[in-house]
């Protein structure tokens, strides 16, 4: 089993900062690109970055330079820090990640269970 485990979603005013994280654990035997994606009411889940066991970025066009996102050292936790935040960033951001639960196994994704950020004008 594997598990992908949010936190640092919250409340924050036009302008704020937050910083999200997400740790992987479980049965994983090899774990490749893991990134954020988000969900706002009446809409389709959406890209907001994403980064490879190499360390490539890419971002979707609405949080570039204000949205960064890295791993842990372990590579199994991935942070996306959230600057210069606006109304329209509000959403469930859920975390997601490439892994492999064994050496013959698939490539799977997970998915964390989501965490509420709301940006307030």
């Known amino acids: 089993q594997v598990q992908l485990v949010e936190s640092g979603g919250g409340l924050v005013q036009a302008g704020g900062s937050l910083r999200l994280s997400c740790a992987a654990s479980?049965?994983?035997?090899?774990?490749?690109?893991m990134g954020w994606y988000r969900q706002a009411p009446g809409k389709q889940r959406e890209l907001v970055a994403r980064?490879?066991?190499?360390?490539?970025?890419n971002y979707a066009d609405s949080v570039k330079g204000r949205f960064t996102i890295s791993r842990g050292n372990a590579k199994n936790t991935v942070y996306l820090q959230m600057n210069s935040l606006k109304p329209e960033d509000t959403a469930v951001y859920y975390c997601?990640?490439?892994?492999?639960?064994?050496?013959?196994?698939?490539?799977?994704?997970?998915w964390g269970q989501g965490t509420q950020v709301t940006v307030s004008s």
């Open positions: 479980g049965s994983i035997f090899r774990l490749n690109a």
């Open positions: 997601n990640a490439d892994i492999r639960t064994s050496f013959s196994g698939p490539w799977n994704d997970y």
């Open positions: 980064i490879t066991s190499s360390d490539i970025t």
